[in-house]
């Protein structure tokens, strides 16, 4: 009699195991997963201070027919950018930065009334204004710091936009050179953003523009953490005529 041997295939299956330990951070630092946390959140769209209102002088230059698609909107704001309030606006956050990080009141006060009188036109004061006020107050309810309150407290003048996230940024000691960054990223954006209503630009053609300016944002964010208050100055005149004119525009959708 013959017995016949059959060959037995055993299959091993692995098994996905889970556990209920806390997810990591990737890699970050508990303090850099902090600040980058913070600064996702502050300078998020979503952060209510009314930036989607303001155009910053975009919605005139949209019907005077100097922007009219992403060439020349990408132009415009290369140069407001690189030559115009961007850059100012950056050297401001960096020297706020750097008083409130010193505690050194007297050149904070100096700081913010410079940056108060440095806006070409009454609706672009408008705009930084509010959006500073605005971001200080939120800061102060939802993320306040240690002497954060007292700091604002000793600012006998506003303290516009980009002063306010300056100082904020510092009393919770996230780094100066991502939130200058993230400020400026933030800052290209609302500008794409609204010239998206205005031309109108799809939502790629929005996109194609903000990788066009990536080259522009990191360059004058290093312009801005080596400039002087000695260095800061303008040479965008058409794009300060159309804050102006916006004031007397017709019809309107934003209030810059």
Known sequence: MSIAIIPTIITATSMLMTTNEPVGTGGFAEGEAAALYRLMTWLSPAFPVGGF??????????????????????????????????FCDATFLVHAYRATEAVETVALNEIAELAAAFVP?????????????????????AWNADGLDATVAECSKPLVYPVAVGVVAAMHAVPLAPTLHAFLH???????????????????????????????????????????LDDLGSATFRADLASLRHEAQYTRLFRS
């Not at 027919?65 to 309030?85: K, V």
């Not at 036109?121 to 309810?141: H, K, N, P, W, Y």
């Not at 954006?189 to 944002?217: F, H």
């Open 186 to 228: 933030a800052l290209v954006s609302n500008w794409i953003s609204a010239a998206s209503r205005l031309i109108p630009l799809g939502q790629t053609d929005s996109q194609r523009v903000l990788v066009r300016l990536e080259a522009a944002v990191a360059a004058t964010a290093n312009r801005a953490l080596n400039a002087t």
């Open 53 to 86: 209102s303001y155009s910053s002088g975009l919605e005139w230059a949209v019907e005077a027919g100097d922007i009219t698609d992403t060439a020349t909107l990408a132009d415009w704001l290369d140069a407001m950018l690189g030559d115009g309030s961007g």
């Open 121 to 141: 036109s009454r609706e672009r004061q408008l705009e930084t204004t509010s959006q500073g006020r605005a971001f200080i107050d939120i800061a102060r309810a």
